[in-house]
């Protein structure tokens, strides 16, 4: 999820001082290593990283890592450290935003001759707000295999600790720089029934959190930042509240998720699916008039809109 200005000074960290399954190989054992690894099939694969505690690498990453025929990765130097703390020897090809368009062709040549490529982020799942997403579509245009290798993100980690709902979201990756830009962005959001998560950069932290909270209004929110590290914290309040704080204390350090929550009014409004439900039930014992009643009385809902959704019920 790294911004490209902070994608060259990004360290990875990990717990203690080699990570559980981290070796570091001799070029007299690679070739043997390398005879020994299992083949994997032909085809893309999409492989999640840590973002910061090399202890969530999964056995899987690091058999692929190995195994694949390339590497294809934003910034050779910071996968190349990953790759050491491992003991993977699969050499690499740099593919990030400024030379997708001349280096896509040349990966899809290695695919479609029938070898594995595995593709990285900096830091992280692939495609969230980083390059990707163009090689993936080309190779499912052309019926290349793409195949999965999930683990860390970001996005999901954030989800997780800021302690607000889940059951509908809405990622909308980095926010653009200048303000104006950001609140007509924002004001795309606003009626929006879900929990919205983007990602910022920290000297744009206590901008971004002001325009949301302009545009957005009293809402719950939550500032992960330095998730899985030594130092995580996720700080929980109104985007008014976080805005003053972040204002007061400067930029902090570390990679940023903010996390905002519905409105209390969206929050409390039912569902479709709770209308539709309630109308099934309302409609197999009541007249079409007293169960449109019942159920705009219920939910608080205009008779209008629940009367329209019933007619369309009743027709399927």
């Known amino acids: 999820m790294a911004s490209k200005s902070s994608r060259r000074t990004k360290n990875i960290s990990g717990v203690g001082s080699q990570p559980s399954g981290a070796t570091l190989t001799s070029k007299s054992g690679e070739a043997k290593a390398k005879s020994d690894q299992k083949m994997l099939a032909a085809g893309l694969y999409v492989v999640a990283t840590p973002i910061g505690n090399l202890g969530d690498m999964s056995a899987r990453a690091i058999?692929?890592?190995?195994?694949?025929?390339?590497?294809?990765?934003?910034?050779?130097?910071?996968?190349?450290?990953?790759?050491?703390?491992?003991?993977?020897?699969?050499?690499?090809?740099?593919?990030?935003?400024?030379?997708?368009?001349?280096?896509?062709?040349k990966v899809l040549?290695?695919?479609?001759?029938?070898?594995?490529?595995?593709?990285?982020?900096?830091?992280?799942t692939p495609l969230l707000s980083d390059p990707g997403y163009k090689l993936v579509r080309a190779c499912a245009e052309e019926n290349i295999p793409v195949f999965s290798v999930p683990g860390p993100s970001a996005l999901l980690a954030a989800l997780s600790v800021a302690a607000l709902p889940t059951n509908r979201i809405l990622f909308a990756g980095f926010l653009p720089v200048k303000s104006a830009a950001r609140r007509d962005t924002i004001e795309e959001f606003k009626s929006l029934r879900a929990t919205l998560v983007f990602y910022e950069t920290a000297p744009r932290l206590a901008a971004a959190l002001t325009d949301l909270d302009h545009i957005?209004?009293?809402?719950?929110?939550?500032?992960?930042?330095?998730?899985?590290?030594?130092?995580?914290?996720?700080?929980?309040?109104?985007?008014?509240?976080?805005?003053?704080?972040?204002?007061?204390?400067?930029?902090?350090?570390?990679?940023?998720?903010?996390?905002?929550?519905p409105s209390e009014e969206s929050a409390h409004a039912p569902s479709e699916e709770d209308i539709d439900g309630a109308l099934i039930d309302a409609l197999s014992t009541m007249s079409l008039r007293d169960a449109v009643d019942a159920v705009a009385g219920a939910f608080k809902q205009p008779r209008r809109a629940i009367y329209a959704r019933a007619i369309a019920l009743q027709k399927k």
């Not at 040549?109 to 992280?124: P, Q």
Request: some cysteine.
């Open 216 to 261: 957005l209004g009293a809402r719950n929110a939550a500032v992960c930042r330095e998730l899985t590290k030594l130092h995580e914290e996720a700080r929980r309040g109104t985007l008014a509240d976080l805005a003053a704080h972040y204002k007061e204390v400067g930029a902090p350090k570390g990679e940023i998720v903010i996390v905002v929550g």
């Open 63 to 105: 058999e692929t890592l190995k195994a694949a025929a390339v590497i294809a990765c934003e910034d050779t130097r910071i996968t190349g450290i990953l790759l050491q703390r491992f003991g993977i020897t699969t050499p690499m090809t740099p593919y990030h935003d400024h030379n997708a368009a001349r280096v896509r062709p």
């Open 109 to 124: 040549a290695r695919l479609s001759a029938g070898e594995s490529v595995a593709l990285v982020s900096d830091a992280g």
